[in-house]
């Protein structure tokens, strides 16, 4: 068996796992959600993170996380109380229950402008933060999720505040409201720019390392394995041997 096959496969496994993943590129969400919003601007995204810094009232079984960096926010309601999220006017956009039904308020604004990830929709007549909820069931799994304006940067413009891209910059504050039961509170937060990674993801490179090593002793070992006596191709009789030397 010629050397060259083993070596070009070799070659072609050391570069399949970072062929997909350029240097600096982030697949982890800010959770461990393995959803991928429908409306999410990766373009956009991608320099944002939004963390939060506080959750008010400070209750026992209420949880609440950014996804996808700066993307939306998902809450799991286990206070047997029910939580309810407010939309951008203070109308009660949606709610889940102490039994795990969640609700949204169809008349909320809210409901219509989160489709977009800038909000560019037209908002039906029948959407106003002034009239009274029309709440309809969406999920019973005690937990919403969610994209919120409020906690990322509305346009594609690199945002005034970042006057150097290399640097990690606060961006603003911001805070999406919330009550538990009777109390009202607030999920407190921070959106930060964050710079490009140009350096090569040490994962990538610790895996090529491996490979390469691994395909080099495969190689040896098929060497050796063909110049050991009675290896591969070798035999004691005659016949065999002319036809060695025929060939």
């Known amino acids: 068996m010629s050397r060259r096959p083993i070596l070009a496969f070799a070659c072609a496994l050391a570069v399949a796992p970072v062929a997909g993943a350029p240097a600096g590129a982030v697949t982890q969400s800010t959770s461990t959600s393995e959803s991928a919003s429908p409306i999410a601007d990766q373009g956009s995204s991608f320099h944002y993170r939004s963390e939060i810094t506080s959750i008010t009232p400070d209750v026992k079984g209420l949880n609440i996380e950014v996804l996808e960096f700066a993307d939306r926010l998902v809450l799991t309601n286990h206070t047997g109380k029910t939580v309810t999220v407010y939309g951008y006017s203070g109308e009660p956009y949606a709610r889940v229950r102490?039994?795990?039904?969640?609700?949204?308020?169809?008349?909320?604004?809210?409901?219509?402008?989160?489709?977009?990830f800038y909000g560019n929709v037209t908002v039906p007549p029948s959407a106003s933060a002034s009239l009274p909820p029309a709440w309809v069931v969406v999920d019973r799994t005690g937990s919403f999720e969610w994209h919120d304006h409020r906690i990322h940067w509305m346009s594609p413009v690199t945002p005034p505040q970042v006057k150097d891209e290399n640097r990690r910059t606060l961006i603003f504050h911001w805070n999406v409201p919330i009550s538990v039961g009777a109390r009202k509170g607030t999920v407190a937060g921070q959106l930060f720019w964050v710079p490009n990674s140009s350096k090569a993801p040490v994962g990538a490179i610790v895996a090529l390392v491996v490979i390469v090593l691994l395909a080099l002793g495969f190689v040896v070992w098929v060497r050796r394995r063909r110049a050991r006596p009675g290896g591969p191709g070798a035999s004691g009789d005659d016949s065999a041997g002319e036809a060695k030397e025929a060939w």
């Open 98 to 116: 102490p039994n795990g039904t969640t609700e949204q308020n169809t008349r909320s604004p809210a409901v219509y402008l989160n489709t977009n």
